[in-house]
């Protein structure tokens, strides 16, 4: 099994933080999340990591960890990145997808890599209760999610209505079996050049909606539920807030961060 991060955004949301660093780097807890991710990724003996770069590639690639370049970082967004390590996917391994921006606890991750399945995502249950604290109108920063009685997505991505429409909360972590690997880059590069996406043209089409496109098209997305136990640092509140529940002994409500020795 590989893993890929996704880490070539410019984090505007979270200036002045990331105004000379990428946003994987921003610190939390004395570390960054880049160096979070890696240890819980090589807790579960997944230690194959690459990283799509963008904004202050440099940064990263001296860490020495394998990368793929997204040139246009500043025009496109997370399905661009992903495709410029379309490499990864070549049928041989499974592959975990990471946003850069998350934190998560390796029972997180390892509850995706135990499942047997083309196409899987973590999604959160117990969403509300840390979006209660990141905003007043959590509803205003969610996702709608539904899941059959498979145990699959059939709808995510879209402006809720109401939190009847959120069952659970998408997290950025997705796992691409090896024989699915292939057919995900396909279906991509088949996808028609002048349409919009969910209002968006193709270079900047959102994760979510892609999976959706998948899901349309017959392809099972199986839901991995979990519980709480990862952070979004979206935005510099977000960096606040966690900062705030950390020196207050509160973070591990939420999430506890990944230990170990591992160095970005």
């Not at 590639?57 to 997204?70: C, K, V, Y």
């Not at 997180?108 to 890599?113: E, F, G, P």
């Not at 990862?230 to 973070?251: C, N």
Request: proline residues 5%.
């Amino acid at each position: 099994m590989r893993a890929v991060i996704l880490a070539a955004g410019e984090g505007r949301r979270l200036r002045p933080h990331t105004a000379r660093r990428p946003k994987c780097l921003v610190e939390l807890g004395g570390r960054t999340l880049l160096a979070h991710q890696l240890a819980a990724l090589e807790s579960v003996g997944l230690r194959d990591v690459h990283i799509v770069t963008g904004y202050c590639a440099e940064q990263i690639e001296t860490l020495g960890r394998p990368t793929f370049h997204n040139p246009d970082f500043a025009t496109t967004n997370m399905v661009t990145s992903l495709m410029c390590a379309a490499p990864l996917f070549d049928g041989r391994d499974d592959l975990v997808i990471a946003y850069g921006d998350i934190v998560y606890e390796p029972r997180v991750l390892d509850a995706l890599c135990r499942i047997a399945a083309p196409l899987a995502t973590t999604v959160d249950e117990r969403w509300l209760r840390l979006w209660s604290l990141r905003s007043e109108d959590p509803i205003a920063d969610a996702e709608t999610l539904r899941i059959d009685a498979s145990g699959n997505i059939v709808e995510l991505g879209k402006r809720p209505a109401s939190l009847d429409e959120i069952e659970a909360q998408y997290m950025g972590l997705i796992k691409v079996g090896a024989d699915f690997g292939p057919e995900l880059v396909r279906a991509y590069r088949a996808l028609d050049r002048t349409a919009l996406y969910d209002g968006r043209h193709l270079a900047n089409m959102h994760m979510t909606s892609f999976l959706q496109h998948l899901v349309d098209r017959g392809h099972p997305l199986r839901a991995v539920p979990v519980r709480g136990g990862w952070l979004e640092v979206d935005t510099v509140a977000d960096l606040e807030l966690y900062l705030r529940l950390l020196a207050e002994g509160r973070l591990e409500q939420y999430c506890r961060l990944p230990h170990g020795d591992v160095a970005p």
